[in-house]
């Protein structure tokens, strides 16, 4: 936002009319970028039921609500594995025919790859798509879900990933606001995750992966789920939670938070963060 706020404060000085395009941006409350793991260690049914939580998740009530009370967004949904592409483009959702339409295109899009899971690029990928979106919100937030660690620019058991943390860093520096998570743990039986879970005995705890690598910004924060099933009710919570400014003084300090009393959650966590 303060890089577009920049560009529009040269244009008005200098009347460039390279420019104009900033100053016809899209006023909006939130910019909000979805960047959607689609790699190879999600199976059909795995990519649908992501698929239909983002989708379901601007049919709902509540994100509706927040989406009309901060003012409208733009958003954007990137599907992303070893390579990274827009699903569906930046949209303009400030009403429910909006949020309904946005929920339509996500349906309609197809899967575009399903490599392996180069978060880093994902995360470049990304944070490049803000300043020439048309769009300028008060916030730039983006959010991506994803059931592993980065394997491409990391070892995939690596707790620690410099590159990617140097791409989180470039985002926020670049202009980005927030970067939020979403993680889904193994599909294996609990009795056999082994990988990228909560439990002590896994290789990979997502939260701590996030922490470190990951998420970044004031008021970012990060969730867990155990599985794919759990994600389109947790996706909701998410994006409420996304669009709606946390009151001064009724947040918890930063830490891990037992989600009690959502029983969809089965295993679930959030941890917010402030920098």
Request: glycine fraction near 10%; hydrophobic fraction near 45%.
């Amino acid at each position: 936002m303060k890089f577009k706020s920049m560009l529009a404060t040269g244009v008005i000085a200098a009347a460039a009319g390279g420019f104009a395009s900033s100053v016809h941006a899209v006023p909006v409350g939130s910019e909000l970028l979805l960047l959607a793991d689609v790699s190879g260690s999600l199976n059909a049914t795995d990519f649908a039921l992501q698929r239909d939580g983002y989708a379901n998740a601007f049919r709902d009530d509540a994100v509706i609500s927040a989406i009309e009370a901060a003012g409208g967004i733009a958003v954007a949904l990137v599907y992303w594995s070893d390579s990274s592409s827009i699903a569906v483009n930046w949209t303009h959702v400030f009403d429910a025919a909006t949020s309904f339409a946005f929920a339509s295109a996500v349906e309609s899009a197809p899967r575009t790859s399903s490599g392996g899971t180069a978060m880093t690029s994902a995360l470049n990928f990304g944070a490049g798509l803000f300043a020439t979106n048309g769009y300028d919100g008060r916030l730039q937030i983006i959010d991506i879900s994803g059931d592993g660690s980065e394997g491409n620019a990391c070892s995939f058991n690596a707790a620690v990933c410099a590159p990617l943390q140097g791409a989180r860093d470039a985002a926020l520096a670049g202009g980005v606001d927030r970067i939020n998570a979403i993680w889904i743990e193994d599909e294996a039986q609990p009795s056999s995750r082994n990988f990228f879970c909560l439990d002590p005995a896994c290789i990979i705890n997502p939260l701590a992966y996030g922490e470190t690598n990951v998420i970044g910004g004031t008021d970012s924060f990060q969730m867990v789920v155990s599985n794919f099933d759990d994600f389109s009710e947790a996706i909701k919570l998410k994006l409420v939670r996304e669009l709606t400014p946390p009151p001064p003084n009724g947040v918890p300090e930063p830490g891990m938070l037992a989600l009690l009393g959502l029983g969809f959650f089965g295993l679930g966590a959030l941890r917010r963060r402030m920098r």
